[in-house]
């Protein structure tokens, strides 16, 4: 089974900056599109922001313009580098990949993002 482990969240001030890194491990297969997700207090799992194997990124109204998503060094990895953050930006963000093996989807744990007011 593959794992997807995010990293780097935490808590920011409103207007700063975080970066959030999400790494495969295990029985790793190629994946086809990776992104983030997320889910904010009393908020029902949103998407944030794909990016496809060939690059292509698709990101939510209310992220663009703010937050990149971008392949990580590694393959199989992807990082979102969040700006200009709001305290609406405050929820768990969650990593997920599809493969393209039977376009099994990986979910990651979810990491914390605090944005203060």
């Known amino acids: 089974q593959v794992t997807l482990v995010e990293s780097g969240g935490g808590l920011v001030q409103t207007g700063g900056s975080l970066g959030l890194s999400c790494v495969a491990s295990g029985s790793i297969f190629s994946f086809k599109v990776m992104g983030w997700y997320r889910q904010g207090p009393g908020k029902q799992r949103e998407l944030v922001a794909t990016?496809?194997?060939?690059?292509?990124?698709n990101y939510a109204d209310g992220v663009k313009g703010r937050f990149t998503i971008s392949k990580g060094d590694a393959k199989n990895t992807v990082t979102l580098q969040m700006n200009s953050l709001k305290p609406e930006d405050t929820a768990v963000y969650y990593c997920?990949?599809?493969?393209?093996?039977?376009?099994?989807?990986?979910w990651g744990q979810g990491t914390l993002v605090t944005v203060s007011s």
């Open positions: 990016i496809s194997n060939g690059g292509v990124t």
């Open positions: 997920n990949a599809v493969q393209y093996l039977g376009s099994l989807e990986v």
